[in-house]
């Protein structure tokens, strides 16, 4: 057994021992799989327009978004996407120059939807002061998925701007004190595919005692500066994965959609570290879970939003 068979074996057991042989499947509404659509879709205030253009997105993920760019359109379409069966949506949206989102003339709009339809709410928060997460969790936001990088160099050269990394720290420290729920994200291989940073973000992510973990990995999009880019293997993003197990062993760890979902290996691997989610997960993962005697449950929602909520 090599060092990294050690790794995951050990991460696989530690979960299964504080979390029992359960996995659950996460199927977001920005997807179709198996021929249906998810019950939770995602929303772009600022339709595609982005003033960072990271690298590693280039405003693509956000064309695959609904678009919502007054706060009247956002009430609008959340009542809509209510009437439809939805439980709940991602509302994010291009970064401005400072990595924040313009989020100002929509509190009000978000504290509207709360009130009347009780989806359950989800925001990609960027970088965000105490003012600004306090006006957040009194709207009634339920949880904050932010970005966490690890390496200074690395956020300054993908993410286009001029500061550094204490900026993602004090963020992390508003929405912890505002009392919303942190859902971090790790993006393995951000780096053009190198592997930079990652475990510093692990370091960073344990002392705020997250709700969950999302590791995802670098995606080459069409249309981005990463197209050609060979992405992390799959046991750079298991190593990853079992780390983040053993640093934070009461933490719930969750394989994000954002991967290279043509590779199942990714998947096979998380699986056998004993992740507790996946979202979009592969037959090769679902087969390597049924072989391991896991009780799979499947949620039509992001797969950060909690096991528990229920759907129609």
């Not at 659509?37 to 995602?42: D, F, L, V």
């Not at 009347?116 to 306090?134: C, E, P, R, V, W």
């Not at 993962?285 to 799979?296: N, V």
């Amino acid at each position: 057994m090599n060092d990294l068979d050690k790794l995951i074996t050990k991460s696989r057991e530690i979960s299964w021992r504080r979390f029992g042989k359960k996995i659950t499947f996460y199927h977001p509404g920005m997807f179709k799989y198996n021929g249906k659509w998810g019950n939770y879709p995602a929303i772009s205030i600022t339709g595609k327009h982005c003033e960072l253009q990271c690298d590693h997105c280039n405003s693509k993920i956000l064309e695959s978004m609904i678009f919502a760019t007054t706060p009247e359109e956002l009430i609008e379409k959340c009542i809509r996407l209510k009437e439809l069966g939805n439980v709940g949506c991602l509302i994010s949206g291009g970064s401005q120059k400072d990595g924040t989102i313009p989020w100002y003339n929509f509190i009000s709009a978000i504290k509207t939807i709360k009130e009347t339809t009780n989806l359950f709410i989800s925001i990609h928060s960027g970088i965000i002061d105490y003012q600004m997460a306090k006006k957040m969790k009194d709207a009634g936001v339920d949880q904050a998925l932010i970005d966490v990088i690890g390496d200074e160099e690395t956020f300054k050269k993908i993410y286009h701007v001029n500061f550094g990394i204490t900026k993602i720290e004090e963020s992390l420290t508003a929405l912890k004190n505002a009392g919303l729920s942190i859902i971090p994200h790790i993006v393995v291989g951000l780096d053009y595919g190198k592997i930079k940073g990652e475990y510093h973000a692990i370091d960073l992510i344990k002392r705020y005692n997250p709700e969950v973990l999302v590791i995802v990995s670098l995606m080459p999009l069409s249309g981005t500066p990463m197209r050609n880019i060979l992405p992390p293997n799959p046991e750079e993003v298991a190593k990853i994965i079992a780390t983040a197990r053993i640093e934070m062993t009461d933490v719930p760890i969750s394989l994000g959609c954002a991967r290279e979902r043509a590779n199942p290996l990714i998947d096979v691997l998380a699986v056998e570290c004993g992740v507790n989610r996946i979202a979009i997960p592969s037959e090769e993962a679902i087969k390597k879970a049924q072989e391991y005697g896991l009780d799979i449950i499947w949620k039509k929602t992001c797969c950060s939003v909690p096991i528990n909520l229920k759907e129609v």
